[in-house]
Nanobody, 123 residues
Framework: QVQLVESGGGLVQPGNSLRLSCAAS????????LAWFRQVPGKEREFVAA????????ADVEFLRGRFSISRDNAKNTVFLQMNSLTPEDTAVYYC????????????????WGQGTQVTVSS
């Protein structure tokens, strides 16, 4: 079973950058996909990006491409979300999630979740 702990959220001004971290534990990550979602009150969790640990294959969404990117540190079993040129519309709770085998854009397909980290973009 995978345990996920996010960190790195906070208050940031528009136009600035932030990097979120998700530390995974509980065994080998080879069978898993690690993903980032975000959620604002009253809305469903929105897929941001995913990384398949075994081969590094990345899945993302076009509307965030160029500003957000997912990466990993194999030695630390950590996945990152680099967020650049942040806007107030990026304000949300950001969650790390994991599932077996292949990426999915649906939050319902993920079995393991972190506690979330708040990102607030405001001047």
């Amino acid at each position: 079973q995978v345990q996920l702990v996010e960190s790195g959220g906070g208050l940031v001004q528009p136009g600035n950058s932030l990097r979120l971290s998700c530390a995974a534990s509980g065994g080998s990550l080879s069978p898993y996909v690690l993903a980032w979602f975000r959620q604002v009150p009253g809305k469903e969790r929105e897929f941001v990006a995913a990384l398949k640990w075994s081969d590094g294959r990345i899945a993302d969404v076009e509307f965030l491409r160029g500003r957000f990117s997912i990466s990993r540190d194999n030695a630390k079993n950590t996945v990152f979300l680099q967020m650049n040129s942040l806007t107030p519309e990026d304000t949300a709770v950001y969650y790390c999630a994991a599932r077996w085998l292949n990426p999915s854009h649906s939050a319902r397909d993920y079995n393991y979740w972190g506690q979330g980290t708040q990102v607030t973009v405001s001047s």
